[in-house]
């Protein structure tokens, strides 16, 4: 099955939706996506969410942070 870059934007807002801060969640996850759609730029797609997320933002969490850290757990 192929996924676009579209479907992926609106799965990374579904994750953040759901699972907010919980960046081992988020990055558990990622692992798999990243496996079975290696194309698709998913740490850009969570970048982009994240930014544009205004209970993410309002939250006062280092979203850099977060995002480095999401990327570290996911490929581990």
């Not at 081992?24 to 996506?33: E, N, Q, Y």
């Amino acid at each position: 099955m192929a996924i676009n870059a579209a479907d992926a934007r609106q799965l990374a807002a579904v994750i953040i939706s759901a699972y907010g801060e919980d960046c081992a969640t988020v990055a558990a996850i990622l692992a798999p996506l990243r496996a079975q759609w290696p194309t698709i730029d998913w740490m850009g797609e969570l970048t982009t969410v994240a930014n544009q997320n205004a209970a993410f933002l309002a939250s006062g969490l280092s979203i850099d942070w977060w995002l480095a850290e999401v990327d570290r757990r996911s490929l581990s």
